[in-house]
């Protein structure tokens, strides 16, 4: 099964640097998560450590890599018709806002929370417990692509809308008086 309009290749190589994207912080939460040393100190250091942390870590892992997959389905046929094997919906049309509303929501989210975290004056990385020296740069490399992430999402749900006959814009729409 394919698209119903061919997909542009800049959509889904966007499509998955979103997936590539969430790669190095899970990875980062993971080794975290077995205990590797990532330069945590005081009360942070004791809070992040456990199995606690461990099933938190995994729990953020896997709800993050799923989200990022779901944008797969922009650029795949499962983002717009139900597969044929999901009972009694298999085969039948997505609606487009269905799936235009959630991913520009989630993509909208993940680029406040990124901006937030980032930007944010005395924010969590301004936290003396945080990591800092090698241990903070090797945090940083891994969360900087995540800064990518929404708007990555943003770009291919964009892209997805316009594939599926949504107007994006009112430059693209003909004016009453020219329709005859």
């Known amino acids: 099964m394919a698209t119903a309009q061919p997909v542009p290749r800049w959509a889904v190589v966007a499509a998955w640097a979103t997936v590539w994207c969430t790669i190095p ?8 998560g077995f205990g590797a040393d990532v330069g945590f ?10 199995p ?9 892992t896997a709800v993050s890599q799923a989200a990022a997959l ?7 046929p499962w983002g717009e018709r139900v597969p044929s094997w999901v009972p009694r919906l298999g085969g039948r049309s997505i609606p487009p806002p269905a799936v235009i509303t959630p991913a520009l929501l989630g ?27 090698t241990a903070g740069m090797i945090m940083n490399l891994c969360y900087a692509p995540l800064l990518a992430w929404g708007p990555l999402v943003i770009a291919v749900t964009i892209a997805y809308a316009r594939r ?17």
């Open 25 to 32: 912080s899970a990875l980062w939460r993971i080794a975290a």
């Open 41 to 50: 100190t005081g009360v942070l250091g004791e809070a992040y450590r456990g």
């Open 52 to 60: 606690d942390f461990l099933l938190y870590v995994w729990m953020l």
């Open 70 to 76: 779901l944008t797969l389905g922009l650029v795949r």
């Open 107 to 133: 993509a909208l989210a993940v680029t406040a929370l990124c901006m937030m975290v980032a930007l944010a004056p005395n924010g969590p990385l301004d936290n003396p417990d945080f990591p800092h020296g």
């Open 164 to 180: 599926r006959g949504i107007r994006t814009s009112t430059a693209n729409r003909t004016s009453p008086a020219t329709q005859s």
